[in-house]
């Protein structure tokens, strides 16, 4: 309604901007996700090799025919047939975030101090981690790299062998076209230099969890850790509500005595399968989709046997300036390894949108 009065809206009409003061809050607000569990719980390495090698070696296979089982007195000692050692390395690749800074973005009065080159930086940093999460979680083969900036677009860099491409003992594909992972050795030897191959996506069932638990035990593994994206843990989760879920009484170690401290839990995180294998359920935030955002991997892990490998850890350093700005390049060069394949696991081609069945 029209006042005679000069109010709010008078001010507000101004042309070119008004003149009225803007009121905004001095913090500018973020919820992107920067854990990285997967780097969080596999170990460290250092490097001073582009490529990173180490070595594996198995016990006697058990024959209960072999000579050596039961000797003649005073025959010669049996031939050593005991398995022989295997030699395994990754490649190392470079990442960076680069940060680009006008001297008036760092001079003007900004919002929560927005311009200023230190805080550009830090957001960088954490960019990049989050960044190296998602690739070593990725399905991407090793490459050496051949360093031929001239032709990228044929050579191509250096790149790490993401966890999916370790994993082929214990891998599970959908049907179709679904193969696991090859290394560039004979008997899994030298790197992983072929990805696998993504076969028709299927929804989770609990005994392919259940049967790969089983297998990587037998081979020997004890594996503490399940990841996957959030929607297909929350899936898992939801399924050991269900009647089809082969568990006992659902537990919990929540004190739950006084009435104040009662608490409805809906969600399951730690499911203790056969053999006494106690999982961890770990929704990772950073794990992508793949086959246009349609599947996903399903990790059942001991994190004992991972590691991440640093030819030069997280580095920022200055540029050279090209103008009036100030440039910085937050690199890191790192490699994933897995130095025993057979104590984890991967169920590939998961349809996140589709329920758990038993």
Known sequence: MATFNRDE??????????????????????????????????????????????TQEDLDAIDLTATDCALV?????PADTGSTERRLGTYHQQSSKTVK?????????????????????????????????AIALSNQAGQPGDGDEANISTTGPGKTP????????????????????EYSGANNTGY??????????????D???QQMVE?????????????????VIGAYSDFHFGSDAKIATLQSDKAQGKADALTAYGYVNVVATKFDIVLTLVPNRQQQLYKAATAADFFILDPTYW????????????????????NRQITVDWAVGCTAEKANGVIRDIDPSLAVTA
């Open 307 to 326: 590691f991440i490998s640093y030819l030069q850890g997280y580095r920022t350093e200055p540029l050279a300036k090209t103008g009036t700005a100030d």
């Open 162 to 181: 993401g966890a999916p491409s370790w994993l082929v003992t214990h891998s599970s594909e959908g049907a179709t076209l679904g193969a696991p992972p």
């Open 192 to 205: 992983p230099d072929t990805a696998a191959t993504s076969g028709d996506i299927r929804a989770l069932s």
């Open 101 to 133: 800074q006008s001297h008036r973005a760092q001079e003007v009065d900004t919002i929560a101090n927005v311009g200023a080159l230190l805080r550009r930086v830090m957001i960088k940093q954490k960019s990049l981690r989050r960044l190296c999460e």
């Open 9 to 54: 809206r008078d001010y507000d009409a101004v042309t070119v901007g008004g003149m009225i003061r803007e009121d905004v809050m001095d913090k500018i607000y973020r919820i992107d996700p920067e854990e990285t569990y997967f780097h969080d719980l596999a170990g460290r390495e250092s490097s001073n090799n582009i490529y990173k090698e180490f």
């Open 215 to 231: 297998d990587i035990y037998t081979s020997g593994g004890n594996p503490t850790t399940i990841m996957s994206t959030p929607k």
């Open 73 to 77: 007195d005073g025959m010669d000692a």
């Open 207 to 209: 005994a392919t969890v």
